[in-house]
């Protein structure tokens, strides 16, 4: 099945420095990827969406500035926290979409997610 | 009101009790997903629905689009069941929209 790696798995950086986040896709190519943040006991909020080639879509309120996405190839989306403030602690998880083999629906396929605290 | 509402929010069971885990939505969908995540957060994709029924080992997912219902039924519970399960729908963006998980312990 479609897999997407993603690494780190865990990080602590000092505030102020930059946190970069990759997810792969192993064995399928991923023209569209999404980007989630996660707190403690809550649900998934979407950050952006990334289409390979283009530029990401931020959803409201969230600094585009801040979440540098880029998906220049269609195996490879990066997610860089810059600046990084303890705020932005968090669990940030990436998802790709997956086109079916039959029917019309995509499928998705997650990341096993960054755990990132910033000190 | 959320869009997807998931119930219960917690469920404790003792080992080889049946467990239901409802979905409902009220929004238009392309296809529902259930979704599995383990304490480590790692997320595991369960199923994709858009009619009927569907089964895997001992999980069953079923969805009535009528009624825009969705249950997720795990037969013979086990610990390594436990975990948070999340209800998510696609919509006709491509985008998932997700329920705010059950988070389902199950005792030995």
């Not at chain 1, 998934?44 to 585009?64: I, W």
């Not at chain 2, 080889?16 to 995540?37: D, M, P, R």
């Amino acid at each position: 099945g479609a897999v997407v790696s993603q690494h780190p798995s865990r990080v602590i950086c000092k505030s102020g420095t930059s946190v970069k986040i990759e997810c792969r896709s192993l064995d399928f190519q991923a023209t569209t990827m999404f980007w989630y943040r996660q707190f403690p006991k809550q649900s998934l909020m979407l950050m952006a969406t990334s289409n390979e080639g283009s530029k990401a879509t931020y959803e409201q309120g969230v600094e585009k500035d801040k979440f540098l996405i880029n998906h220049a190839s269609l195996t490879l989306s990066t997610l860089t926290v810059t600046s990084a403030h303890p705020e932005d602690s968090s669990f940030y998880i990436c998802s790709a979409r997956v086109l079916p083999k039959t029917g019309s629906n995509y499928g998705y396929t997650f990341g096993s997610g960054t755990r990132l605290t910033v000190v | 009101k959320n869009e997807v509402e998931q119930s219960p929010q917690n469920l404790t069971a003792q080992e080889g009790e049946f467990i239901t885990i409802n979905c409902s939505y009220s929004v238009g969908i392309s296809a529902l997903h259930w979704l599995q995540q383990h304490p480590g957060g790692g997320i595991v994709s369960l199923f994709m629905l858009s009619s009927g029924k569907k089964k895997h080992g001992r999980l069953i997912a079923t969805i009535n689009i009528q009624e825009k219902h969705s249950s997720l039924h795990i037969t013979a519970s086990h610990p390594r069941d436990s975990a948070v399960y999340i209800c998510a729908v696609g919509n006709s963006k491509g985008k998932l929209i997700f329920g705010t998980g059950t988070r389902l312990q199950v005792f030995p």
